[in-house]
């Protein structure tokens, strides 16, 4: 009885942690392919943490106007195979960005090229490859 009583406690538990893993969202069901955006701006932060990592970066407009913009990211293990590191942007780093646009018309976009203040353009890890969609 005691066995039993610990095997259901574990399978309870083992449910409880993957519980997050079906929150997971899909490209389409955040971003549109269909609305490509460019920003050129500041880095104002870095979070380097799953599932996603994100920044956030001061974009200027013509008349002046600062907007702050989030952009998503692949996963930090993703990032890493591609050439990214942790330190890779620093806050005050001005990068060139390409992605795509949320659906909801927020200042959030997934992003797909980041160009670093390096000169280097690195695969940012979006899930969309920029085919269109069927």
Same mark, same amino acid.
Not at 60 to 80: H, I, R
């Given at each position: ?7 259901l ?5 083992? =449910?409880?942690?993957a519980a997050?893993l =079906? $929150?997971?969202?899909?490209f389409?069901?955040e971003?549109?392919n269909?609305?490509?955006?460019? /920003?050129t ?5 870095? !979070?380097w943490m799953?599932?996603?990592a994100? *920044?956030?970066? %001061?974009?200027?407009? %013509? ?5 702050? @913009?989030e *952009? !998503? /990211?692949?996963?930090?293990n993703g990032?890493a195979?591609?050439g @990214? ?11 060139? #960005? %390409?992605g795509?646009m ?7 976009a997934?992003?797909?090229? #980041?160009? /670093? $203040?390096?000169?280097?353009? /690195? *695969?940012?890890?979006?899930?969309d490859?920029g085919?269109?969609?069927k």
């Amino acid at each position: 009885m005691k066995a039993r009583f610990g095997l259901l406690i574990a399978s309870l538990g083992l =449910f409880v942690m993957a519980a997050p893993l =079906f $929150a997971h969202h899909s490209f389409a069901a955040e971003y549109d392919n269909a609305k490509p955006i460019a /920003l050129t701006g500041t880095v104002t932060k870095v !979070e380097w943490m799953n599932p996603h990592a994100r *920044f956030y970066m %001061d974009v200027k407009d %013509d008349k002046g106007a600062v907007t702050n @913009w989030e *952009f !998503e /990211l692949g996963s930090p293990n993703g990032l890493a195979r591609r050439g @990214w590191t942790r330190n890779s942007m620093k806050i005050g780093d001005q990068v060139i #960005v %390409d992605g795509y646009m949320a659906k909801d018309g927020s200042n959030l976009a997934n992003a797909r090229n #980041v160009k /670093l $203040a390096d000169g280097r353009k /690195l *695969f940012a890890g979006s899930t969309d490859d920029g085919s269109p969609q069927k």
